[in-house]
């Protein structure tokens, strides 16, 4: 289907250019193509416009400047914007929630979904997917600096090109981190030192790359490409959302979990791959179909599955005890009992808050202590969400292998295993090693930002907990400072718990 379309372009393309050659102007042209637009990176602080929104029934006073291209040289200018909001109090020396001009933390969410380009979300009360305040609006409340950024996704073109593939979110993000340290002294408000990323699920996996890939060499160019500015790009924290990340281990871990689900129950922005507002069935119960995997997708299910002790044994994790974190050829051991560890402390405390888990037949409950849980039975209850594999498909058609596409739009293979067992191309070595935060951690060339927060819902199953669980001992182990927990009853979305969320921030930064 999806590549029945894809011809339906390529052919609508060709047509669209023959039809307009008679009358194409090819000097006119010529001079539109060469004479790029080069953006000023100079902070114009007359460009505020006062506003004002309610939240919780209080008045928030805000200044937006809005719509600042962020590169000198960006491949598409419309997803390399960004718009800052600063709450107005700071503007006259006043003071919000303990935090001063200077000393308010700057939060930096992204809006990407999907690997589909991030748009800047302005603060407002009618939030499409809330149906009420925006993440924005309730960091302005809690007196947050908020840098919203449009971000190259996957589908983003400029003449016909596609110019927002692998690594193209990451190094934008960074340019954003860039334009705002160019212009600290410029910039009426915020602590630059402690910027705050946010994201969920492929916005997940990008804030926690930026917080990973500090001054990473390897963005260097791509970074000078676009013109970002001549800074640094570290950051002081990030907030992770169920992250989609570790893209070329995360199949086998998804089989580690789901390899004895034959069934699947799709997600409605899968069956849609090219929604923007991709907002995964976050309860399973929600999804109203299943298909049964293939003997092919089986085969390779057991393959992956059997691959994946050896990727986590490679990685020498130890939990907080300094236990070694390992799996044996069966796939049992102590990493496998360290994910359950996660699941009994999520259980635990929804049972500490009055919930009734009677219901669940996956964890085991003695004189109200969650004592064990059946991983097997978590599998079928939670439900697989997809067909093995989960994101290297053999056949390209996901939106990873969208992501690791080319310039003209073909989808490429980001697994060892899945293209040696399976062929077809592979994506660039190189950039499939800059979309993985775990090649950075602890490297001394690369600051990694000092806390991260991760989460990832008890009933999410669009990666397994394993491979959230794996980036938070990895920067455990480095000496990083991680809070990690998986919520009760969360399936894959974000944000749902900013109040806790801005706690955290507030406990760092004041
Ligand atoms: C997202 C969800 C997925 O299941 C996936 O494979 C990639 C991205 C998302 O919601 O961003």
């Known amino acids: 289907m999806r590549k029945k379309f894809l011809a339906m372009a390529a052919m609508l393309g060709v047509g669209i250019f023959t039809a307009t050659l008679p009358t194409f102007n090819y000097c006119e042209a010529a001079e539109v193509q060469n004479v790029a637009q080069v953006y000023d990176l100079n902070f114009d602080s007359s460009i505020g416009v006062e506003k004002t929104l309610t939240y919780n029934g209080k008045e928030i006073h805000f200044t937006a400047y809005e719509n600042i291209v962020y590169v000198r040289n960006p491949k598409n200018a419309e997803s390399q914007k960004l718009s800052i909001y600063i709450p107005t109090a700071y503007l006259n020396g006043g003071m919000i929630n303990g935090y001063a001009a200077r000393t308010a933390p700057i939060f930096v969410p992204n809006g990407v979904g999907g690997y589909m380009p991030g748009e800047i979300k302005p603060p407002t009360e009618n939030d499409k997917m809330t149906h009420g305040a925006n993440t924005t609006l309730a960091a302005l ?53 402690k910027i705050i990323s946010n994201g969920t699920s492929a916005g997940g996996a990008l804030s926690a790359a930026l917080a990973s890939t500090g001054n990473a060499p390897e963005f260097e160019p791509y970074l000078k490409e676009i013109g970002a500015a001549d800074e640094r790009d570290d950051i002081f924290a990030a907030s992770v959302y169920c992250p989609i990340t570790n893209l070329d281990n995360a199949d086998m871990a998804y089989e580690w979990i789901f390899s004895g689900e034959k069934n699947y129950y799709q997600a409605m922005w ?71 560890q996660k699941y009994i402390e999520s259980a635990q405390s929804a049972l500490d808050k009055g919930e009734d888990l009677s219901g669940t037949n996956w964890i085991k409950i003695r004189n109200g202590k969650v004592v064990d849980v059946d991983l097997k039975k978590y599998a079928a209850a939670a439900t697989r969400q997809k067909a093995a594999p989960a994101f290297d498909k053999m056949d390209l058609s996901s939106a990873e292998n969208d992501e690791f596409g080319t310039e003209n739009n073909s989808p490429r293979h980001f697994s060892k295993i899945i293209q040696k067992n399976y062929g077809g ?28 927060r991760i989460r990832h819902g008890a009933i999410d199953r669009d990666t397994a907990l394993a491979i959230p669980a794996i980036l938070a001992l990895k920067l455990q182990n480095s000496g990083i400072d991680v809070d990690f927990f998986s919520p009760w009853g969360i399936g894959h979305k974000g944000d749902y718990d900013l109040d806790m969320l801005f706690d955290w921030i507030d406990s760092l930064c004041k």
């Open 270 to 340: 899968q069956m849609k791959p090219n929604n923007a507002t991709a907002d995964a069935a976050n309860n399973p119960t929600q999804s109203k179909t299943f298909q049964t995997m293939t003997t092919d997708e089986i085969a390779v299910s057991k393959i992956l599955r059997d691959s994946f002790p050896d990727y986590v044994n490679s990685l020498n994790l130890k939990d907080e005890t300094g236990k070694l974190l390992t799996l044996d050829k069966k796939g049992n051991g102590t990493f496998k009992n360290y994910i359950k």
């Open 141 to 193: 409340a809690r007196g947050y600096v908020v840098v919203s950024p449009a971000i190259r996704g996957r589908t983003t073109t400029t003449n016909g090109e596609y110019v927002g593939k692998a690594p193209a979110l990451i190094v934008d993000y960074k340019a954003v981190v860039r334009y705002l340290r160019y212009n600290k002294n410029a910039l009426p408000a915020g602590h630059i030192d």
């Open 425 to 452: 191309a592979m994506a660039d070595s190189e950039i499939i090693k800059m979309m993985n935060p775990m090649n950075f951690i602890g490297r001394a060339d690369v600051d990694v930002a000092e806390h991260f």
